[in-house]
């Protein structure tokens, strides 16, 4: 066909010609030969005219492919290549600076290179963000979430957004300028040319491939092209095609590296949320060496995971998904946002402490409700006097910041009150990375305890059901000899398990530690201190010896426990030292949490399994003998610490930093750091916890 189609251009253009020749009432002279004449030399009566009439609908069919056929021709030849030249050099740009002092490496490039480069290498370096050069429809809708980083505490910068919206701006405006480029569409005169020529080499347009073979020879060079004009409309346009090809493979590499940042970031970078299979290959601790490979893994499955996405909706809602799941985390977000705008408006004044009080005037009085209107605590008459509408507002600050309630200020309220604006924003923005860093999941029925609120909450199908005071570890601080830091050695730790079992009259077996330090010298001094107060020495299945308190109205456990097993024997438990709760602030176990109205929470969880029998159970607690009750259906229990929450009626909570955890990430100065011997007794290998 190649021959007949050299053979028949110079016959094809006279067809065109007699195609178009002008027609009507103008007159001629008689001795010119019109094209239409020289046209009639080689075409008879029933000539082309007729015949190319039958290739007609096909050539106008295919016009209006011809456009999208070679825009897509030209991004698909370079593309491939472009991207995989781009990412090996982002490779080769990692490996230099791994080589190198930290002074002396060139700039970052991408964070992911070699994960974006193993992963585009299984898709023959097809695009996945971006079609046809620009962003597509979903990383569009997710880039609108990534945009949304400040609200969550995180640092645009970090996932590459100014670039990344230079650069989608710029493939916007190629792709627009290139859209509307005219010339790559036959025109009237072409459509008859080209009809023609299909029917004088016997084309057969109804073949299966009849469009693909014909677009081909509108994208070949030289002789073979039939319409030549479009492979020069086609090389015009392919070098704007060009710029916007450098501009996709960017926006497709840097992009992928944001999407893979932010997931890091907001879940699949945390190591205390572990899948069954996870649990299976890694433990439930992750070895160090381990991390990198786990991390990279979770971020390999999101690329995968993101190229069955289809649509926008489908894509924010799949982004959206990898945030804390808790209500909570909203609520803090938009604290976060109330008092970002407080510390970017200037914040508060610090008001000098005086002793006041209700009745009181002073130019103090008037700075006090200054200060506490600013975050919307008093919305009363600001003058001097220490009034109702004060008293009222001071004993609110004080519910919402653990003090005694007295409507009446002291030297506590003081101290809180003067931390300014800008402390109380890196609060929350450490509470909402720890939400991200968090064992939560999401979960139909839960027990939620937070640990600087000293509250129990139990929540089924996402309401709230049970809050209720508990008692958690204390705030002892002893010098670990390897780390040379102050530890609170019975803090109550943070973690996920699950609640299996209830044991009435249970005997509480007393921690080696605790033995070592509060009993051991009383045993050995008195023969008789066991049986006076209620303790006895028993084998445990080990062989070991164990210390072991009976059951009864002064044991430390009470009257139930509840067991969630887990590694540090932390577990929840009645206890007879009920003036605890009476405490604002409860910090006074060696670790695990004590329940005020354990009966009830007992009856709550019971009933729900059709367990629950007053009868049944008093008995259980007049008798001295354990009594186990499982779980058919165990309960997930997260155990984490955070000091900010926002309570049901919309008021930002401040909590006690019990155990210094946000004050050492705000402040990252070393003010845990101890000399062995220094205060306290060093931290025994091997601690655990107890009641």
Partial sequence: MTVMRKKLAPLLWLLVLFYV??????????DSTTPTEAAGDVVDDDSAVSKAA?????????????????????????????????LASAVNVAEKRSRLPEAKRPALDLNYESTLQEFYKTRAFEPLFTKQGRLSEEANAIFAVIKEAPTHALNPADYWVEP??????????????????????????????????????????AAPDAQTQVLEMLAAEG???????????????????????????????????????????????????????????????????????????????????????????????????????????????????????????????????????????????????????????????MDNFYDEDLTDAVALYQETHQMEITGEVYPMFWSSLNILSVARMQELEVNLRRYREAH??????????????????????????????????????VCDPTTRQWKFVN????????????????????????????????????????????????????????????PGTENALGKVKFIFPNKYNTYMHDTPKKQFFEYPIRAFSHGCMRIEDPLVFAETLLEAEG?????????????????????DHPIDVFIEYFTVRVDEFGR????????????????????????????????????????
């Avoid at 005219?182 to 080499?201: F, I, K, T």
């Avoid at 367990?611 to 779980?631: H, N, Q, S, V």
């Avoid at 930093?657 to 290998?685: F, H, M, Q, W």
């Fill in 21 to 30: 020749a002008p027609t009507g009432c103008a007159e001629s002279k008689e």
């Fill in 54 to 86: 039958l290739y007609r609908p096909f050539v106008a069919r295919l016009n209006s492919q011809i456009r999208p056929a070679l825009v897509e021709r030209a991004a698909r030849d370079d593309f491939q290549r472009g991207l995989e030249k781009r």
């Fill in 164 to 205: 990344l919206t230079a650069l989608i701006e710029k493939s916007d405006a190629i792709s627009t300028t290139l859209g509307s480029a005219p010339g790559l569409e036959l025109n009237e005169r072409e459509q008859l040319a080209l009809a023609a020529y299909l029917e004088l080499n016997a084309f057969d347009v």
């Fill in 223 to 381: 002789a073979e092209n039939p319409v030549p004009r479009i492979r020069g409309a086609y090389d015009l346009y392919r070098n704007g095609q060009q710029q916007l090809l450098d501009v996709a493979v960017e926006l497709e590499v840097r992009y992928g590296d944001a999407y893979l940042l932010y997931l890091r970031d907001m879940s699949l970078g945390n190591l205390n949320r572990l899948s069954p299979e996870e649990v299976a290959k890694y433990g439930d601790e992750v070895h160090p060496k381990k991390v990198s490979e786990l991390v990279l893994a979770r971020l390999t499955q999101a690329l995968t995971d993101y190229s069955a996405l289809q649509g926008a909706a489908a894509a924010e809602a799949f982004v959206r998904g990898f945030e804390p799941p808790l209500a909570q985390y909203a609520l803090l977000k938009e604290a976060y946002a109330k008092y970002k705008a407080m510390v970017e408006a200037g914040g508060w004044t610090v008001v000098p402490p005086e002793d006041l009080k209700k009745g009181s005037r002073s130019p103090t009085v008037l700075a006090l409700k200054e200060r506490l209107k600013a975050e919307n605590y008093f919305a009363g008459t």
């Fill in 440 to 477: 939560l999941v999401k979960s139909d029925k839960y027990v939620f305890i937070n640990i600087p609120d000293f509250y129990a909450e139990l929540w089924d199908k996402g309401a709230r059901t049970m809050r209720f005071k508990i008692v958690v570890g204390n705030t002892k601080q």
């Fill in 491 to 550: 803090a109550t730790p943070t973690q996920h398990a699950k609640l299996e079992y209830l044991i009435f009259n249970p005997f509480w077996n007393v921690p080696a530690r605790i033995e070592r330090d509060e009993y051991a010298t009383n045993i050995g001094s008195n023969a008789s201190w066991l049986t006076e107060n209620g303790f006895e020495y028993f084998s445990a299945r080990d062989g070991s010896t164990v210390l072991r308190q009976l």
């Fill in 611 to 631: 367990k629950w029998d007053d009868k049944t159970t008093m008995a259980y607690l007049k008798e001295r003998d354990e009594t186990k009750i499982d779980l």
């Fill in 652 to 691: 930002v909570h401040f909590l006690a930093d019990i155990y210094k955890i946000i004050r050492s990430a705000v402040d990252t100065s070393n003010d845990l750091a101890c000399e062995t011997g220094a205060r306290g007794a060093v931290v025994p290998a091997g601690a655990d916890y107890g009641p």
